[in-house]
């Protein structure tokens, strides 16, 4: 199971940034999908996430400005609307406990998995 995040990069407070993350396979259940952030010296944090009966959960710093989605069975995105300096930080893509279809062969892991994480750096 792997994860391949892409898109961070550096924007202007009120700008907008989409992050993707393939996976290196058809996703087709979990027990938690999607993303966290982690600020220089802070924890790492959830930011948006896809629970297993698929309904989302936002943290509270982002409702309203960003939106979690996905396309297919393998791509997670993130869209980030309306960015603060303080949304600065590594964004990791995650998935809890996977079900996937990779290369034909179906994987059942009860692990968590995490992408190499991607920078976005918001400047007023």
């Known amino acids: 199971v792997q994860l391949q995040a892409s898109g961070g990069g550096a924007a202007l407070a009120g700008g907008s940034l989409k992050l993707s993350c393939a996976a290196s396979?058809?996703?087709?259940?979990?027990?938690?999908l999607g993303w966290y952030r982690q600020a220089p010296g802070k924890q790492r944090e959830l930011v948006a996430i896809?629970?297993?009966?698929?309904?989302t959960s936002y943290t509270d710093s982002v409702k309203g400005r960003f939106v979690i989605s996905r396309d297919n069975g393998n791509t997670i995105n993130l869209q980030m609307n309306r960015l603060r300096p303080e949304d600065t930080a590594v964004y990791y893509c995650?998935?809890?406990?996977?079900?996937?279809?990779?290369?034909?062969?179906?994987?059942?892991?009860?692990?968590?998995?995490w992408g190499q994480g991607t920078q976005v750096t918001v400047s007023s």
């Open positions: 995650h998935v809890d406990k996977p079900l996937m279809l990779i290369n034909d062969q179906y994987v059942a892991s009860g692990e968590k998995y």
């Open positions: 396979g058809s996703i087709l259940s979990f027990n938690a």
């Open positions: 896809f629970t297993s009966d698929g309904s």
